[in-house]
Every structure is written in structure tokens, then in C-alpha cells.
């Protein structure tokens, strides 16, 4: 029997073998440091799990996440909302779990790092997904780290030099999502993996897993290292990341100086 449990940020379910984790914080579900706390909890309880071989993470019926939330940046928050984000990330990437995100709405900067480390993303054809970060003065971490991995260094580049958005069709044409489809479909879809991946053994997924990403897990826990750093000791310095930071909540447009 399915067990489900409620926080304040997200919702999770125990439906052995699958554990679902939703995000609850609307209207866009955006990462505070709340939700970071709720969703390291959850994910060091699934991995606990001995019946649970596979983790679902999602947003409500309207949209995955638009992202870490913005207050979190000034500089007396943005460090230990780094450390708390990231260690989320982490516990995602080193999971023996396979984890899936499944994609509507929504699905930017912190909320679009946290489905591309996902073993597999199911998007809704309109979708938005995108790293919007560079206009706010700053840069995505993660996507820094890993993105070019999934997509190619040119591709990766566009969309974290230029932040533009995408839509779900174009993220899985591209490779930032497994399958894209009509909004009606996306549940199906995930539920139809979900038979099949309960067919398999439990073990040799987890073992598989690991040999998998014996390679990538090392690049990435030094990239990630060193892109947290450069944010703190470099970006952090910058009049402008402080300028984007102070514009995005004051709603006016950023005057960029350079420095």
C-alpha cells in the first residue's frame, strides 16, 4: 500500500518500488532554502529504503520548478544556499536509485539543473526549460559542470551564455530529456517506464548505475567543486551580480557596469 507523507515545500509518496518526491511550493515551486532542506531529507530516505530501487521527482500539475529562489543570492545567503542546493544535487548524482524527473511547465535554472542530473527526464512537448541565470549577473553551477556532457559544448554554451529558453520538444531533441510529449501523455509515459523498469532486477539496475557513471561522477564532483568556487570567490566580487540580484527584486532593468 502506497504510504504518502506531506512537508511544507514538497510532498513525497512511498509506493514501493517507486518513491515519488513532488514539489509543492506555488505558484512556480521555487527553490528556497526550505525546499533544499525537505528535499535532502526525502532523498536520504528513499536511498534508505530497501523496497524503493527507483526515485520520481516532479512539480505539481502546473510546472517542475522556475528555479533557486532569488533572495537566496545576496551575498550573506548565497554560500550556504550554494552548499544546501548543491548537496541536494549530489545526493541526486550518487544515488544507487534510478531517478526520473518528469517535466511540465516550468523547468528553469536551479529547477532545470536538478532534472537534467536525473538518470532520465520526460518532458511535456511546451515545457519551458532554460537557464535564465545570466541575466541576473550570475551562472548556473551545476549546468557549468554538466550540461556540455548532455548536450555538447556548443549547444551547452548557447543556452548558459545567453539564458534563452526552450521549449520540451527542442530540450529532448537535444538530448537535455528523454522523450517529449503532449501534456495528456507525460504521466502514461513515466507510468509505462515505471512498468518496465519493475520488471528488472533491482540489483543489477543499481550495480549497472554505478559502472555507468564510474567516469562522469569524478569529473563532476571537481567540476562542480571548482564552478561553486569561482561563484563565490569571483562572481560574488562583481558590482554587476549584486546589481542583477538587487534589479530582479526591485522589478526594473539591471544597469551593468563591467565590474
Not at 201 to 230: C, N, Q, T, V
Amino acid at each position: 500500500m502506497a504510504v504518502a507523507s506531506e512537508l511544507n515545500r514538497i510532498a513525497v509518496e512511498n509506493a514501493a518500488p517507486v518513491f515519488h518526491i513532488v514539489l509543492r511550493h506555488p505558484p512556480l515551486n521555487v527553490i528556497d532554502v526550505q525546499m533544499m532542506q525537505e528535499l535532502a531529507q526525502a532523498l536520504a530516505e528513499a536511498e534508505a529504503m530497501q523496497d524503493v530501487f527507483v526515485i520520481v521527482l516532479s512539480g505539481d500539475s502546473r510546472t517542475f520548478s522556475a528555479g533557486v529562489d532569488v533572495a537566496a543570492h545576496i551575498p550573506d545567503k548565497v554560500e550556504e544556499m550554494l552548499a544546501r542546493f548543491h548537496s541536494v544535487i549530489r545526493a541526486v548524482v550518487a544515488s544507487k536509485k534510478i531517478t526520473i524527473a518528469a517535466v511540465r511547465g516550468h523547468c528553469l535554472g536551479g529547477g532545470a539543473e536538478l532534472a537534467m542530473v536525473c538518470d532520465m527526464a520526460f518532458t511535456s512537448d511546451s515545457a519551458q526549460w532554460g537557464f535564465p541565470e545570466i541575466r541576473l549577473g550570475c551562472y548556473p553551477p551545476v549546468a557549468c559542470a554538466s550540461l556540455a556532457g548532455l548536450i555538447g559544448q556548443k549547444r551547452a554554451a548557447e543556452l548558459i551564455l545567453t539564458g534563452r529558453s526552450i521549449k520540451g520538444s527542442e530540450a529532448a531533441e537535444i538530448g537535455l530529456a528523454n522523450r517529449s510529449l503532449p501534456d495528456g501523455e507525460l504521466g502514461d509515459a513515466v507510468k509505462d517506464f515505471l512498468d518496465h523498469l519493475s520488471k528488472l532486477s533491482p540489483s543489477a539496475l543499481a550495480i549497472a548505475k554505478k559502472a555507468f557513471y564510474a567516469w562522469d561522477s569524478m569529473h563532476f564532483d571537481k567540476g562542480l567543486a571548482r564552478a561553486e568556487r569561482i561563484y563565490i570567490d569571483d562572481l560574488m566580487k562583481t558590482y554587476d551580480a549584486h546589481e542583477g540580484i538587487r534589479a530582479f527584486m526591485e522589478k526594473r532593468s539591471p544597469k551593468w557596469t563591467g565590474k
